[in-house]
Structures are given as C-alpha cells and as structure tokens.
C-alpha cells in the first residue's frame, strides 16, 4: 500500500514544509505502508486551465502539469493531507491541485494533518465536505497543529504528545485505505 504525504502549501517561507517532513519521518518507522512525500510546489499546476471538466476528462488532461500531478496521484491509495489555514478556509493551491482531477481521488482514504493559528480546524471541516464529493473518504482522525504554540519562532517543534495522535491517525489511514482496496479494483 502506498500512502503521499501531500505538502498542501506552495507559500515561500511555508510551515508546513517542516510538518511534511515531520509527518513523513514519523510515518517512516511503520512497516504497514510505504509512505512518500508529495510537494504540490513541485508541479507548478496552473489555476483550473483544463478545457474540459476533471470528471469528463477521463484522465486525458491536456496540460502537462495536470498530466503529471494525475499520474502522481494516481498512483497511491491514500494521503496524508498536511493542510494550512488561510482565512478561515482551506488554501487557495490546494484546493486548485483537488479541483483539477476527479476519478484520481476515488475510492482512497485521506487524513487531514492541519495547521494554522486554531489548529486548521475550519480549513480541516471545509475538505472533509470536498473529499466526498469527489469518493476521496477522510478517516474520523485528525491532528490539529497550532501555529501559536507549537512553533519555536521559525522552527517547528510540535507537543510530545502529537507523535501519539498522529500514530493513530496513520492507523485509522492505512486500515480504511486497505478496505477500500476492492473499490479501487472495480474502477
């Protein structure tokens, strides 16, 4: 099973480069999953360029940087979904990176790390009611990280107890994603 931590934030200067790193080194002592990081500034996608709708497209993109950020995402079963909050809501790049694809998204499970000055927990709410539009299934877990207090001026340094918290989370991920397996099969 293959399980992308998919740094969510393309902001210079960005947080949760520092999370996504975390998050990965954690996930990384598991043997349940092969976990990678996946760094949405990496595909530079444009904002919704496509000529036809993601979910009439049929994977058949006409922009490279579309065909390219499908064949990432197409080729995992799950996500760690390391979320800024911008205003109350869920980060313009992200969302983009989302609405872009569709059929990529289904029938795989995320989990939603989120960060942000009350933990992201309204940008977190906003992409459970989006993932399920699109089958992408969320697990009930999350974490919740408070740019407030868990950041040393510039250097992350999350509670103790957050590797705990997130164990879990990676847990609730790895099962639901495996039990979504036969689904993914069908197509």
Known sequence: ???????????????????????????????????????????????????????????????????????????????????PEYNHGVPAALKNAFDVLYPEWGHKAVAIVGYGADGAVRATEHWRVIFANAHLVAVRGQLSLSTMTEWAGSTFAPNERRAKELSGVLDQLVRLAGALAPLRQQG
């Not at 996504?20 to 990081?37: G, I, K, M």
């Not at 496509?50 to 079963?77: C, F, H, L, M």
């Open 1 to 83: 099973m293959k399980i992308a931590i998919v740094l969510g934030s393309t902001r210079q200067g960005r947080k949760g480069e520092a999370v996504a790193h975390w998050v990965l080194e954690q996930a990384r002592q598991r043997d349940d999953a092969e976990f990678a990081l996946l760094d949405l500034a990496d595909f530079d996608l444009p904002l919704l360029t496509e000529p036809t709708v993601p979910g009439a497209a049929n994977r058949n993109y006409e922009t490279p940087q579309t065909r390219e950020w499908s064949k990432a995402i197409d080729g995992y079963d799950g996500f760690v979904w390391v979320s």
